[in-house]
Nanobody
Framework: QLQLVESGGGLVQPGGSLRLSCAAS????????IGWFRQAPGKEREGVSC????????WFAETVKGRFTIHRDNAKNTVYLQMNSVKPEDTAVYYC????????????????WGQGTQVTVSA
């Protein structure tokens, strides 16, 4: 059974940094594209970042480009989302998800989801 577990969320001040982890069990994560999504209160879930399963290429939403990075640690079967220069509008529940597509194009391409971790950016 594929299982993803997010961790690393919490309260951080504007301008600070946070690193989210997405740990996989039951499967080898490097065979899957991994995406990070977030959902703020009263808003739809949106894509934040994705790393492909093949060439390691990455994608970032315009709202986080230049501030967030994503990378894999295959030895730990974990994908990380490094969040720098965070803003109050980054406050949301963050989810990671796995896709069998090398370079997924939409949320529908992701079949396995974690339970989410809360990130709150506030002074």
């Amino acid at each position: 059974q594929l299982q993803l577990v997010e961790s690393g969320g919490g309260l951080v001040q504007p301008g600070g940094s946070l690193r989210l982890s997405c740990a996989a069990s039951g499967f080898t994560l490097d065979y899957y594209a991994i995406g990070w999504f977030r959902q703020a209160p009263g808003k739809e879930r949106e894509g934040v970042s994705c790393i492909s399963s093949s060439d390691g290429s990455t994608w970032f939403a315009e709202t986080v480009k230049g501030r967030f990075t994503i990378h894999r640690d295959n030895a730990k079967n974990t994908v990380y989302l490094q969040m720098n220069s965070v803003k109050p509008e980054d406050t949301a529940v963050y989810y990671c998800a796995a896709s069998e597509f090398e370079k997924p194009n939409s949320e529908a391409d992701f079949g396995s989801w974690g339970q989410g971790t809360q990130v709150t950016v506030s002074a």
